[in-house]
């Protein structure tokens, strides 16, 4: 049984950072992961993406230049640090994990994604 457990929301203001985590256990091997987010009233919309190996990235240009993924194999641990945040970041964020046949693989579609966290809220005020 895989899952995948977020930590790391919270209330902050404009311009702060903050370092969202995703642990995963279970069975699963060569993932690539993602962070998504939803604000009430709006649809999920990809955040940013990383291959299994670590080496490929991808980001949405709303947060392109203030959010970093990263992820740590050994511990299965997937980071985003958020930098600058702005109200307009305040969503539910969750992290999801994609199967993929090639190491270097980056998911970007949210139906590509199997497995999803419960998600954590980041509340971000002006």
């Known amino acids: 049984q895989v899952q995948l457990v977020e930590s790391g929301g919270g209330l902050v203001q404009a311009g702060d950072s903050l370092r969202l985590s995703c642990a995963v256990t279970?069975?699963?091997?060569?993932?690539?992961m993602g962070w998504f987010r939803q604000a009430p009233g709006k649809e999920r919309e990809f955040v940013a993406a990383?291959?299994?190996?670590?080496?490929?990235?991808s980001y949405a240009d709303s947060v392109k230049g203030r959010f970093d993924i990263s992820r740590d194999l050994a511990k299965k641990t997937m980071y985003l640090q958020m930098n600058s945040l702005k109200p307009e970041d305040t969503a539910i964020y969750y992290c999801?994990?994609?199967?993929?046949?090639?190491?270097?693989?980056?998911?970007?579609?949210?139906?590509?994604?199997?497995?999803w966290g419960q998600g954590t809220q980041v509340t971000v005020s002006s």
């Open positions: 999801a994990a994609a199967r993929t046949p090639w190491h270097s693989i980056v998911v970007v579609t949210i139906i590509e994604y199997e497995y």
């Open positions: 279970g069975g699963i091997s060569s993932y690539g």
């Open positions: 990383i291959s299994w190996s670590g080496d490929d990235t």
